[in-house]
C-alpha cells in the first residue's frame, strides 16, 4: 500500500492519480475539511481515502497502517484552513508523518521539498529542511525530491503572469534563469520515486528542459500568443524590504520565494535523467496549451 499525504491537492491528486492507472494500491490522506469534489475525483479513480491531519498524530498511524511507502506533498501554501500555519502544517506536521511512518515500518518515504539553490531564511524554507534532516536521520529509505519553480504556480495569474490579459510582474530584473518545472514532470518523478528500487536515500535536484529567465519567459509567451505583454518590475531592494517587514509566516515564505527567484535557479538535467527518464515539459509548451496557440 502508498499512502500519499496532501492527496486532495493538485500535485498529489495527480500522483494518485499515476499510481491508481498503474494498478499500484494507493491510500489518499484526507482531511474532514478537504474538498469534497477533490475526494470523490480520488475515488473514483481507485484511491481508498483515509480521514486524517498531519497534526494530529494518533489519525497518521492510523493511516500508515500496512503502508509500505509514503509519499508527502502536504504544504499550506495553497490550500490554508483554520489552525494551519507553515510551522505547525509544514514542519510540525511534516515531522509527525516521518515518525508516525517509522514507527508503522514504512520502507520508504518521498518527500516533494524544493531546490537546495532557495536558501531565504523564510519560514517554508525551513520547514522544508527541518522535515529533509528528520527524514535522513529516520531509519527509513527515502526521496527527497528538489524541484525549482513550478510553471503552473509561478507563470500563472496567482503570482502575477497574467498571461490571459498579457500582463507580467517580474521580481528583481528578470535576467537570472530558472529551471521551470511543470507540476506534470514532478508527479512523474514521484511516481518513479516509489517504483524505481534502486532510487533510494538521495535528493534529486528537479528542473525543466532548459533554464529560462523569466523575460525569456514573456518572450515566449508574446512569440506564442502574437501579442506583447505590459510588464512592471518589482526591485529586488523592495523584495527584501517585504520579506523583512513581513510578520504572517506565509506572507514571509512567499517573500523569501520572490527574493531567490529574482536570484535565479538553474538545475542541470542531465545525469538525473540518464538515471530517470522522463519527457520534460518546457515553458514554450506550457504557453501553447495555456494559450492555446
Known amino acids: ?13 495527480e500522483i494518485c492519480a499515476r499510481l491508481a492507472a498503474a494498478a499500484e494500491p494507493v491510500r489518499g ?22 480521514l486524517g491531519d498531519v497534526r494530529d498524530r494518533p489519525s497518521l498511524d492510523a493511516a500508515c497502517r500496512g503502508v509500505r511507502t509514503v509519499v508527502s506533498t ?12 507553515i510551522e505547525a502544517t509544514d514542519e510540525a506536521g511534516q515531522i509527525n508523518l516521518v515518525d508516525a511512518a517509522r514507527e508503522a515500518g514504512v520502507e520508504r518515504f518521498v518527500f516533494v521539498s524544493y531546490s537546495s539553490n ?9 520547514a522544508k ?13 527515502y526521496v527527497i525530491l528538489r ?6 504556480v509561478w507563470l500563472s495569474p496567482h503570482l502575477g503572469f497574467d498571461f490571459a490579459n498579457r500582463k507580467v510582474t517580474l521580481y528583481g530584473s528578470g535576467e537570472q534563469r530558472i529551471s521551470f518545472i511543470s507540476l506534470g514532470n514532478v508527479a512523474e518523478f514521484a511516481v518513479r520515486a516509489v517504483r524505481t528500487a534502486d532510487v533510494v536515500d538521495t535528493a534529486i ?6 533554464a529560462v529567465s523569466p523575460l525569456e519567459a514573456v518572450r515566449t509567451f508574446e512569440e506564442v500568443g502574437g501579442a506583447p505583454f505590459e510588464q512592471q518590475q518589482v526591485p529586488e531592494d523592495a523584495l527584501r524590504d517585504q520579506f523583512a517587514a513581513a510578520t504572517d509566516s506565509l506572507q514571509k515564505s512567499f517573500a523569501g520565494l520572490m527574493l531567490d ?11 538525473t535523467l540518464r538515471r530517470i527518464p522522463v519527457q520534460l515539459t518546457s515553458v514554450r509548451d506550457y504557453a501553447r496549451t495555456v494559450l492555446g496557440g
Do not use: K
Not at 129 to 136: G, H, N, Q, T, Y
Open 1 to 13: 500500500m502508498i499512502l500519499i499525504a496532501g492527496a486532495t491537492g493538485f500535485l498529489g491528486g
Open 29 to 50: 490522506l484526507v482531511r474532514a475539511t478537504s474538498d469534497h469534489a477533490a475526494v470523490e475525483r480520488l475515488q473514483a479513480v481507485g484511491v481508498e481515502t483515509v
Open 74 to 85: 502536504v504544504t499550506t501554501t495553497r490550500s490554508r484552513q483554520p489552525g494551519d500555519s
Open 118 to 126: 532557495l536558501d531565504d531564511d523564510g519560514p517554508l524554507t525551513r
Open 129 to 141: 529542511r527541518a522535515v529533509e534532516s528528520r527524514l535522513r536521520n529516520s531509519g527509513m529509505s
Open 147 to 152: 524541484p525549482s519553480y513550478f510553471m503552473e
Open 205 to 210: 535536484e528537479l528542473g525543466g528542459p532548459n
Open 261 to 271: 527567484y529574482a536570484r535565479g535557479d538553474e538545475i542541470p538535467m542531465e545525469d
